[in-house]
């Protein structure tokens, strides 16, 4: 089993910064890769971004590419996710997780992630 252990959401205004932590611990050496998922109030959870666990790879989604940044601390088994000029369609819960190796390479899906934290709520005003 994995834990993940999200911090660092809040309530920001349009324009600001927020940084999400993920702190990883347990059975760590069987993650491949860890990415962020938001869910918005009625929507469905969509991806943000990923990096495989050597943190050379990164992958995201077309609306935040240039204003987010995942990186990882090996060191710390902790991810994060520095999120500039946010937006108020920013705004919903994010989650972090982590996923077992997978064939299709494809970490983009929620179903190619074994593990999941409790989300942490981003809200940001207009």
């Known amino acids: 089993q994995v834990q993940l252990e999200e911090s660092g959401g809040g309530l920001v205004q349009a324009g600001g910064s927020l940084r999400l932590s993920c702190a990883a611990s347990g059975r760590t050496f069987s993650v491949a890769a860890m990415g962020w998922f938001r869910q918005a109030p009625g929507k469905e959870r969509e991806f943000v971004t990923s990096?495989?666990?050597?943190?050379?790879?990164?992958d995201y989604v077309g609306p935040v590419k240039g204003r987010f940044t995942i990186s990882r601390d090996s060191a710390k088994n902790t991810v994060y996710l520095q999120m500039n000029s946010l937006k108020p369609e920013d705004t919903a819960v994010y989650y972090c997780?982590?996923?077992?190796?997978?064939?299709?390479?494809?970490?983009?899906?929620?179903?190619?992630?074994?593990?999941w934290g409790q989300g942490t709520q981003v809200t940001v005003s207009s």
């Open positions: 990096i495989n666990w050597r943190g050379d790879i990164t």
């Open positions: 997780a982590a996923g077992r190796t997978r064939y299709s390479g494809d970490y983009t899906i929620p179903a190619s992630y074994d593990y």
